[in-house]
């Protein structure tokens, strides 16, 4: 999917084109514009609320447990990201929250298993510099020895990096590390390509048991709105996924 198609169909876009819509229906037949007004405010105000997107993010943050002690290992696989590698950044804030996060977990198992091998995967071509090479750097920086990491640089989305890493990992005890939102997906093309590994999910948005939501969490506020954005476009990113297996299993 063309990556301007995915930015306008995240929630956001589709909220505000919804309230401009009202706002021009005003204008022409004023009940309902101001019916479609008030649909719109209330979709907003959902939306932007910890109570409602954090129960929809649990929907595929839950199925796969926190990994907090790793079993024995032979790979700890961390699937990339983004990153901004310019100059006047220094190397803690080259990497977005995500690959920090991936990366802090793929370091923290592996200072559990030392002797396990740390493959960084992934590349963004629409970014300037590497986004392995950063990884990498920053593992190293918090004490990994450059032995220990195993760069692959040349997928650019999920499927790719299943299909280039399974194969380097066949017959070996492996963990996947990568965001609790985006593991199901990434689980699926891993089991896809014969992967037998282990989830290691992280940077959960979800920040507290469900039956602890209280009042306040219909406050609204913009990181809900941008839990939101990333549980869409998951699931879009699984149907997706799944069409591509129903058209194609052979070759999605």
Not at 64 to 82: E, F, R, S, T
Not at 185 to 196: H, S, T
Not at 202 to 230: A, E, K
Request: net charge neutral.
């Amino acid at each position: 999917m063309p990556p301007l198609l995915k930015s306008l169909i995240m929630p956001l876009p589709l909220l505000l084109l919804l309230l401009v819509l009202a706002v021009v229906l005003c204008c022409r037949q004023r009940q309902a514009g101001l019916w479609l007004l008030g649909l719109s405010t209330v979709l907003l105000w959902l939306a932007s609320s910890s109570a409602l997107t954090e129960r929809l993010a649990a929907t595929l943050e839950l199925k796969y447990p926190a990994l907090h002690q790793a079993p024995p290992l032979d790979n700890i696989v961390v699937l990339g990201c983004m990153h901004s590698d310019y100059d006047f950044l220094p190397l803690s804030s080259q990497l977005a929250e995500c690959s920090m996060a991936r990366l802090m977990e793929g370091i923290r198992l592996w200072q559990q298993q030392p002797n396990a091998r740390l493959i960084l995967s992934g590349h963004l071509p629409d970014l300037p510099g590497n986004h392995t090479e950063v990884s990498s750097k920053m593992a190293i920086a918090l004490g990994v020895p450059a032995s220990s990491i195993l760069q692959v640089s040349s997928p650019t989305n999920t499927q790719q990096e299943a299909a280039t890493v399974a194969p380097l990992i066949v017959d070996q005890r492996s963990v996947l590390v990568t965001s609790a939102l985006h593991m199901p997906r990434a689980m699926n093309w891993f089991d896809y390509y014969g992967a037998q590994i282990t989830a290691a999910p992280t940077h959960f948005r979800l920040r507290r048991p469900l039956d602890q939501i209280q009042l306040s969490g219909f406050v609204p506020n913009p990181r809900s709105l941008q839990t939101l954005s990333l549980t869409h476009y998951e699931y879009l990113g699984l149907w997706q996924q799944q069409l591509k297996l129903w058209w194609n299993p052979e070759n999605p």
